[in-house]
């Protein structure tokens, strides 16, 4: 089993950054991908970026390279999301996720555990 939480979600500006937190604890391999994905009311979940545990392989989605940025802190198991230039469409529940398959896919369906959700609003 893999536990994810996440956190750093809020209300900003057209503009601003934020940084999303997803601290993992439980059974966790090098081969595990850790995903995040947004979900916007009325819309299906959407992948936004991805990383592999047990290396430096990231991928992002058309729609925030370039503004967002993947990345992990193996020391305190946690995956960050840094969000720069946010924009209003940007707003949504956000998601990190673990596929223990580790095929790194950008499918929701593909992954096993999911966090919590954390909402993150962009107002212009």
């Known amino acids: 089993q893999v536990q994810l939480v996440e956190s750093g979600g809020g209300s900003v500006r057209t503009g601003d950054s934020l940084r999303l937190s997803c601290v993992l604890s439980g059974r966790i391999f090098p081969s595990y991908v850790v995903g995040w994905f947004r979900q916007a009311p009325g819309k299906k979940r959407e992948f936004v970026a991805r990383?592999?545990?047990?290396?430096?392989?990231?991928a992002h989605a058309d729609s925030v390279k370039g503004r967002f940025t993947i990345s992990k802190d193996d020391a305190v198991k946690t995956v960050y999301l840094q969000m720069n230039s946010l924009k209003p469409e940007d707003t949504a529940v956000y998601y990190c996720a673990v596929d223990k398959t580790g095929a790194g896919r950008g499918i929701s369906t593909a992954y096993d555990y999911w966090g919590q959700g954390t909402q993150v609003t962009v107002s212009s």
């Open positions: 990383i592999r545990l047990g290396g430096d392989s990231t």
